[in-house]
C-alpha cells in the first residue's frame, strides 16, 4: 500500500473530494490563511467532517514539499459503517478519544482477531483511521465494521435501545474476573492519558478493571483493550 494514497491537497482537489462520494477523514487548513476556506469548511460542516486549524509545519509534515495552497485532506481507508448496522450485533468496542493512531490500529487488531461485530470511533477528539491506523491494524480494518460517529453520548443510548450492556474499563472498577458479561455488550475503551470521559463513564452500566500486580499500575489502552476483549469471548 502506498502510504500516501490518502493524503489530497489543494483547494480544487480538497473541494472535489468534498462533493464526492468518498470518505474523508479530517480537512486541516494553514492557520495563516484559514479565513478564506469558506467554502471547503461549509462542504466539511455538511458532510460532518472535522476540520482543525494548524500550523504550516503540520501541512508539510503529511504533505511533504509539495504545494498545498494551505489545505490538506486525509481520506479514509475504509468505508465508515452506519451504526445501524451495528445494532443487532452481539459484542462492539467502543473508543472514547483515541488520539494515538497505532493504538487505534492495534484495538481494531485485536477486536477482529477476538471476534468482536464492530468499533465505534467517535469524529471529534479521535483518530479516525488514516494509513497509520490500517497498517498497525494488519489489515483488519479492512475486514470488520468500523463506525464514526458525532455524539458518542447519543450512540451509547442508542445501544442500550437495542439492549447492549455498556461495560467501561476503569482501574477503579470492579475487576473484569468478577464480571459477569452474558448478553450483548459494548465495550468502552477510553483515551491514553485521561481514560474514558466523566460523561460516558456515568452511562455504563458496569465499570472493569484489570488487576495489577506489579509495580504499574496501567495498561497501554491497546493492551488493556485486548486483555479485556478475549475475556469476554471466552465467556460467550
Known amino acids: 500500500m502506498n502510504m500516501s494514497e490518502n493524503i489530497i491537497y489543494g483547494r480544487n482537489s480538497v473541494t472535489e473530494l468534498l462533493q464526492s462520494d468518498n470518505e ?11 479565513e478564506t476556506f469558506g467554502k471547503i469548511k461549509s462542504l466539511a460542516k455538511g458532510k460532518g467532517v472535522p476540520v482543525k486549524i494548524v500550523k504550516p509545519e503540520k501541512l508539510k509534515e503529511l504533505a511533504g514539499d509539495n504545494n498545498t495552497q494551505g489545505v490538506v485532506a486525509l481520506s479514509a481507508l475504509v468505508k465508515y459503517a452506519e451504526i445501524e448496522e451495528l445494532a443487532d450485533k452481539q459484542f462492539l468496542i467502543i473508543c472514547d478519544g483515541i488520539e494515538d493512531p497505532h493504538n487505534l490500529g492495534a484495538i481494531i487488531r485485536s477486536a477482529e482477531a477476538a471476534g468482536a461485530d464492530g468499533v465505534i470511533i467517535p ?3 479521535s483518530v479516525g483511521v488514516n494509513a497509520t491506523v490500517f497498517k498497525t491494524s494488519s489489515g483488519a480494518a479492512a475486514h470488520i465494521k468500523i463506525a464514526r460517529v458525532a455524539n458518542l453520548s447519543n450512540t451509547l443510548s442508542e445501544l442500550k435501545k437495542a439492549n447492549f450492556w455498556l461495560y467501561g474499563a476503569d482501574m477503579n472498577g470492579k475487576p473484569y474476573q468478577q464480571t459477569d458479561f452474558s448478553g450483548k455488550v459494548a465495550l468502552v475503551i477510553g483515551s491514553e492519558g485521561y481514560g474514558i470521559s466523566e460523561n460516558l463513564k456515568k452511562n ?9 500486580h506489579g509495580k504499574v499500575n496501567s495498561l497501554n489502552a491497546s493492551v488493556a483493550a485486548a486483555v479485556l476483549m478475549f475475556n469476554i469471548v471466552s465467556e460467550k
Open 24 to 34: 474523508v477523514d479530517t480537512i486541516y487548513l494553514n492557520e495563516k490563511n484559514a
Open 123 to 125: 469524529k471529534r477528539n
Open 204 to 212: 455504563c452500566d458496569f465499570l472493569v478493571s484489570i488487576p495489577m
